[in-house]
């Protein structure tokens, strides 16, 4: 079964599609199947794995509308090595659609239910904002993932997300879990990057993630190839961070399968 992690933030520009598709594609490297689900409007994550997002036969817009088969809409490209369900403008339409239909938190993870069988990662690239876009994502997830860059205004709208988080567990999702807070365009020569890591590494301790992505150019330039990192500069201190966050994603779940096999065992 697939692990379902939906990478949120509701503060714009922190990274949430660069680790997205850079996290898909290190770990299709590693030889797990992926799928990237992009649940955004803009389809960043469509475009930079180089889907053309004006033209492809279904999107996520189906998959929240029940309009085709959950199995048919992935784009699959073999290059890329992940399949991809794109995003795109038609999600502004789906928002709208949801608004008017019952049980609308709950129509991604309804869908996602056959897609799991297939993958061992899913991950749901969220917009901007706590949405009912994004609901439909955490309701789907089993844990989240939140890019953070280490600025002054940080922390600030994490209590949102935290609160929704609380929510969600009280009601339809009771056993979402953070799978980490993720440091993102770290740049340790800054005392302000230094000051405000410190300060998460305070608060967040071990849901804090240890490998932290630096700020690099190469990964700014790969999604206008239409290529991950890993095909554009593998040998980029960007596609390094993400190997190496590809490492630690997959070293926990591990632990947390194996303390789940023993505690069943006991
Ligand atoms: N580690 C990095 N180094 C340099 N540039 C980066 C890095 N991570 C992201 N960027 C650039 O920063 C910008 C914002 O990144 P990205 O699109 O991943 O953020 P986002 O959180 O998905 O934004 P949005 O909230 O609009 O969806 C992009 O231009 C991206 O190329
Ligand atoms: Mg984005």
Redesign the pocket.
């Known amino acids: 079964m697939a692990k379902v992690i939906a ?1 949120v ?1 509701q ?11 850079n996290l898909s594609a290190a770990l299709a490297q590693r030889r797990l199947r992926v799928l990237l689900v992009d649940l ?1 409007p ?1 389809g ?2 469509s475009m ?1 794995c180089g889907i053309d997002v004006e033209n492809v036969d279904h999107s996520a817009y189906d998959l929240l509308t029940g309009s085709a088969y959950a199995e048919n809409i992935a784009v699959k490209d073999e290059n890329l090595g992940f399949d991809v369900i794109a995003g795109g403008p038609d999600l502004t339409a789906a928002e709208v659609e949801l608004m008017e239909s019952d049980q609308r938190d709950k129509k991604l993870a309804e869908a996602m239910n056959v897609l799991q069988i297939v993958y061992d990662y899913v991950f749901i ?4 904002a706590l949405n009912i876009l994004t609901v439909n994502a955490l309701v789907a997830a089993q844990s989240i993932l939140i ?1 953070m860059q280490c600025e002054y205004y940080a922390l600030e709208g994490l209590s949102a997300l935290m609160n929704t988080l609380a929510d969600l567990r009280n009601t339809v999702n009771p056993n979402l879990k953070v799978e980490g807070l993720l440091r ?3 740049d340790p020569r800054s005392n302000l990057t230094k000051d405000v890591s410190k300060q998460l590494e305070h608060y967040f301790k071990d849901q804090l993630f240890e490998t932290c ?11 206008s190839h239409g290529l991950p990192i890993s095909q554009y500069d593998k040998s980029s201190r ?1 596609a390094i ?1 993400y190997n190496e966050l590809a490492k630690e994603i997959t070293r926990r779940n591990r632990k947390t399968l194996k303390n789940q096999n023993y505690s069943v065992s006991l």
Do not use: F, H, W
């Not at 690239?125 to 901007?128: A, F, M, W």
């Open positions: 990478v933030n503060k714009g520009g922190v990274g949430k599609t660069t680790t997205s598709i955004d803009q960043n994550a930079g690239d969220c917009p901007p890019p993102t365009m770290y992505i630096p700020r690099n150019v190469r990964l700014a330039e790969a999604p960007g961070a």
